[in-house]
């Protein structure tokens, strides 16, 4: 879960950052709000056939991560392991979005521009609609423990340590860095 698109967008999103392009996953903001979906049991195996593939290919090659991430977001890159990684990847996609009961979300998977530059990953429509379906989850959940009782207004914990909402302006809206707004 942790590995797909779907959990990257939110962190990127709701994590901070240590300069312009290098993010930093800090469990409160990325973890601990990421509204999981409630059956994960069909993950597992696709989880670890792509780490079990990632760390052959890194073994390999003698690569660590960020070489082989490297060339696994390179479109000039077209050698068998990374394909397959990259074919893995969008499985792995495919079945988060699935495990949320998404299957009419077009992910539309390819080489997209990004902060980052070129990356292989999900389409600009795709990451908006994704954002705003787990915001409106984490809304909706964190709604749901208020009713139980979970959270105290007067701490900033709650009783249970239960998920803290995420609050973005509107569906959709971007402040002027092309970014949701948290407040």
Partial sequence: MAQSTIHWVWAIQFGSTLG???YNYTPTDCFETFPFPTSTANLEEIGDRYYNHRQNIMQTRQEGLTKTYNRFH????????????????????????????WQDLELSHGF???????????????????????????????????????????????KSGGKKKVQAESKNQDNDNGQMSLF
Avoid at 75 to 99: C, F, G, K, S, Y
Avoid at 135 to 141: K, S
């Fill in 20 to 22: 312009k392009i290098t």
């Fill in 74 to 101: 390179n479109p000039d890159e077209t050698a068998a392991d990374i394909q397959q990684l990259r074919e893995l990847h969008i499985e792995m996609d495919n079945a988060v979005t699935a495990a949320y009961g």
């Fill in 112 to 158: 997209h521009q990004t902060k980052q530059g070129l990356r292989f990953t999900i389409s600009e429509t795709a990451r908006r609609e994704v954002l705003d379906r787990l915001l409106e989850l984490n809304h909706q959940r964190y709604a749901e423990e208020v009713a139980q009782g979970l959270h105290d207004k007067g701490n900033k914990k709650s």
